[in-house]
């Protein structure tokens, strides 16, 4: 049974860091590229960032570029999503996924709560 387990959200106030995990199981982690997504009330789901398998190559929204880092360790089938600098507007539902190359991602978690504080 494949799962993935995001943690690491909560509340913090504008200017605070805080750094999301993904932990996975049920697959073979070091075959699938990792990436984070977001869906902030009554909006979309985007994209964040991701990162390829071996984390050679890392990819971030304009919105979060340079204030994120996505980074994994494949020895413990995690992804971690370092978030500094928080905005009012990064407050969403953060999620992970897996997907096999540059295709859809195929597997997602069950959210974590981020929200910042004004």
């Known amino acids: 049974q494949v799962q993935l387990v995001e943690s690491g959200g909560g509340l913090v106030q504008t200017g605070d860091s805080l750094r999301l995990s993904c932990a996975t199981s049920?697959?073979?982690?070091?075959?699938?590229?990792m990436g984070w997504f977001r869906q902030a009330p009554g909006k979309e789901r985007e994209f964040v960032a991701s990162i390829t398998r071996d984390g050679g190559s890392t990819s971030y929204s304009d919105s979060v570029k340079g204030r994120f880092t996505i980074s994994r360790d494949n020895a413990k089938k995690t992804v971690y999503l370092q978030m500094s600098s928080l905005k009012p507007e990064d407050t969403a539902v953060y999620y992970c996924?897996?997907?096999?190359?540059?295709?859809?991602?195929?597997?997602w978690g069950q959210g974590t709560q981020v929200t910042v504080s004004s």
């Open positions: 996924a897996a997907r096999v190359g540059l295709g859809g991602y195929r597997y």
């Open positions: 049920g697959i073979i982690f070091s075959g699938y590229g």
